[in-house]
Every structure is written in structure tokens, then in C-alpha cells.
């Protein structure tokens, strides 16, 4: 438990490192800033409230969450606005592009924390592998077209892409799988109590 909510809380301190740069956000970051400035709520209740509708739609999926998946909705949001609170103004491309680089690499270090810790997928990944299995297709092309049309409405609505957006979609696959073998935890005895199902080995990315 410590596991996860360490890797729920920094992945939300990740995604403030991104909205701070200004340089571009994670797929899902583009959709709640964009939805931010439209609505006026700040990014953090933004993301909470889209892992809640996006929660809802497991019910027709037929997918049960575990604990790690309701505590994805909440933390990471609480998180993200809380770091953005208290990081000072990054003005200059010296201090943006380290903030850049610091979210990305924290966001995979946080992904493998949260993922490894085995309570059950975020609402996103869950979305995902939810699709791939009712529709058969691979969680690649899933994913693809569910962050594909997520970048596309968040930039529509006003949302930021740029070098770390594309940063972030070449580079989270291989940190994400590389974080996971260094924070996966040993099995569980059969005396232990199952919280969640494993998440599929496909099922990488956020939230």
C-alpha cells in the first residue's frame, strides 16, 4: 500500500513538473488542461472528475476496480494541484526544459511504483484493456486510438502539446517497463489476501 500511494502521489507530482514546463503534457494532461481552461476548475479537479466519468464507463465493460483504481482518481489530482500550488513561476527554457525532462522520467518511475504494487489498474488502463477484451483488438491499437483522441480534443479545447508531449509517447513505454522490473514486488503467498486482479502485461500507461 505504501508502494501505491507513493507511485499515485508522485505521479500526480509528474504531471504538475509538465504543466509547469509548458513544453507539452501527457496525453491525458492535454484533455485536462483543455477542459481546465474551458470550465475555469483547476487541472487537478479536472482530472478527477474525467477518472470518474471515465470510472463509470467500466460499469457496461463489465470491469470491477480494485483498490488502487479509486484511489488513482483522487490522489493523483490532489497531487497534481498541490505541487502546482507550490512550484514557483518557470520563466526561462533553462528551467522549463529540466522540469520537462523531471516529469517525464518521474511520470515512468511512478507508473512502474503504482502499476507494480498490484491493487488494480487506473481508470484509463483500465479503459484500455477493457476495450481489447469486449472488441478483440490489440491494447496497442486501443490505446492509440483512445490517446489519439484524447490529444486531439484536449488540444482543440485548448490544451498544450509540444516537444514533451512527443518526449513522453517515445519514452514512457521503456521507462514504464524498466521502472516495473525495479519496484515488482515478490507474489503473493496463498495465504494472502487478493485485493486485485494482476494488471495485463499490455497495460502500461496511466491512469
Sequence with gaps: MVQLYVGLTLYGVSSALLVASGLGLEP?????QGL???TGLSIG???????????LLWIPLRLRPGLGTVSNVFLIGLALDGTLALLPPAHSLLARVPLMLAGVLLNGAATGLYIAARFGPGPR?????GLHQRTGRSIRLMRTIIEVTVVATGFVLGGTIG???VLYALSIGPLAQFFLRVFALPPASSSSTIVAERTPRGAILRR
Design 28 to 32: 491525458w494532461g492535454v484533455l485536462h
Design 36 to 38: 481546465a481552461r474551458r
Design 45 to 55: 479537479e479536472v482530472s478527477i472528475a474525467v477518472g470518474a466519468a471515465v470510472l
Design 125 to 129: 488502463d483500465g479503459l484500455m484493456t
Design 163 to 165: 516537444v514533451g508531449t
